[in-house]
């Protein structure tokens, strides 16, 4: 931990709450603000909580998680055929990262407090299968909708493999996206319930959000000599992430004694954890909480991360209402795409776009 490390980056606790989920879809206001206090003090306190009941089915998460092992298992070279590097260009944004990075293909970026100079980034050991919004993955579009306009250049265009390499595997992971998109529209209400706001606060920001996901294997660690991270400690950049993080343990996160608190897999549960925009928000009330990942287990590690944000031409601006002559605003305004960009643009090694 970095002596400037900002407290809204790092849990106060010893361990992660675990919270039911049942009551997101209750019809009575009075549970569902009872689970909305119960998420308003895991976001200022930790940052970081489980989730149980949370709707997704088991099938779902079983199913892809069998995908990714399937698609890793794949040789190389055909991985390569949906390098990350190939993902549209444009004469704007030279990379849209979207498809397959390989082993040391991601760098440590470090924290914002506490960056990793770019000379000294190393490739971390994780390989990952990157996806970004498609309107087939929103039960809220009609099949035929169309793509708003993309200044930002996120949306879509995501490098599937098709039937022969993997069947079924575009399928299963459009079902998952669906369901958890679902998921974080619901989530987002229960946030701004939590923030004492109406229901449908965030509604408006979040007709074509800023989603993506991606599949995640993370190779046995060697335990003792040199440590390669698994992935480095970072926090994330939308809004929210939804983890599932299967049967192996690996993730940790930081908290303010310095202390790196691992995250098990718990059956049946989701890791959700609070990402920069949303924290900007909150002007920091709701932790942005850092953690990183190292697969220590002796076995093979998969995981499903999906990043849930506003739309990439929404505005993030803090709350007034968290703000005061002694604490200002944490950051001006700006435009959700542009974080993600900038974030995504220091994340790769060889890509500045
Ligand atoms: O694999 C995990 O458990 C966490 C992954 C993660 O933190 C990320 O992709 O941002
Ligand atoms: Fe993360």
Redesign the pocket.
């Known amino acids: 931990m970095n002596q400037q490390t900002d407290s809204s980056q790092l849990a106060n606790c010893d361990n992660i709450p675990v919270i039911d989920f049942s009551s997101v879809d209750s019809t009575s206001p009075e549970e569902r603000q009872k689970l909305a206090q119960t998420v308003f003090d895991a976001c200022s306190q930790v940052g970081f909580f489980y989730i149980r009941n949370h709707g997704i089915p088991e099938t779902l998460v079983n199913g892809i998680h069998d995908a990714a092992r399937h698609f890793f298992d794949l040789p190389e070279e055909e991985k390569m055929k949906f390098y990350i590097g190939n993902s549209q260009v444009s004469i704007k944004y030279p990379m849209k990262f979207r498809g397959y990075s390989p082993i040391g293909g991601e760098k440590s970026t470090g924290t914002e407090d506490d960056p990793v100079p770019e000379e000294e980034a190393t490739g971390v050991l994780s390989e990952a299968f990157d996806i970004g919004y498609e309107v087939v993955m929103d039960s809220t579009k009609p099949k035929n909708a169309v793509l708003p306009p993309d200044p930002y250049e996120l949306y879509g265009d995501n490098q599937w493999p098709d039937e022969k390499t993997i069947p079924g595997f575009s399928k299963m992971y459009i079902k998952y996206c669906i369901s958890a998109l679902d998921l974080c529209r619901k989530m987002m209400k229960i946030f701004a319930l939590a923030l004492g706001l109406p229901e449908t606060y965030f509604d408006s920001s979040i007709q074509t959000p800023g989603v993506t996901s991606?599949m995640?294997h993370y190779p046995a660690q060697p335990v003792s000599g040199e440590v390669q991270e698994g992935?480095g400690a970072?926090t994330?950049w939308e809004c929210f992430?939804i983890?599932s993080?299967g049967k192996v343990p690996?993730?940790e996160i930081l908290n303010h004694k310095g202390e790196w608190i691992l995250a098990p897999p718990i059956p049946g549960t989701l890791v959700v954890n609070i990402a920069d925009c949303l924290s900007t928000w909150t002007n920091k009330k709701f932790k942005s909480t850092i953690?990183r990942?190292n697969n220590l287990s002796g076995e093979e590690r998969y995981?499903i991360?999906f990043f849930f944000g506003v739309d990439y031409d929404a505005t993030v601006s803090v709350l007034k209402k968290y703000t005061s002559d002694v604490n200002p605003p944490c950051r001006p305004p700006f435009k959700a795409g542009d974080w993600v960009r900038e974030k995504l643009s220091r994340a790769y090694v060889g890509y500045e776009g």
Do not use: F, I
Request: hydrophobic share 35%; no cysteine; net charge neutral.
């Open positions: 991606r995640m992935l970072h994330d992430t983890l993080q690996g993730l953690h990942v995981s991360p």
